[in-house]
């Protein structure tokens, strides 16, 4: 942990270890998550807003996905009721 507080602010650094399997930096879960609050402190607001916007929309357009895809199969016969594509999306 010594290292990564020294060296976690360096972007080069957090971005190579960020990105690369767990059997390669050798990093425990712990120690991925102290790195990624690191970078998130030396971020600028204006990017972790426009990132927290992005994932909220990411995760509107899945569930508008899925309630499109539920919707076509009730029109299509292919399910009854919404509560069968929940089933048959954890199925698949």
Request: with cysteine; glycine share 8%; hydrophobic share 45%.
């Amino acid at each position: 942990m010594a290292w990564l507080d020294k060296h976690g602010s360096d972007s080069m650094v957090a971005s190579a270890l960020l990105t690369a399997p767990a059997c390669v930096s050798g990093m425990s879960d712990i120690e991925i998550s102290f790195l990624r609050k690191k970078v998130e402190q030396d971020i600028a607001p204006e990017i972790v807003e426009a990132r927290d916007a992005a994932l909220k929309a990411l995760e509107q357009a899945e569930q508008g996905w899925q309630r499109a895809q539920a919707k076509i199969g009730e029109r299509g016969g292919l399910i009854k009721d919404l509560t069968q594509l929940g089933s048959a999306t954890a199925a698949a």
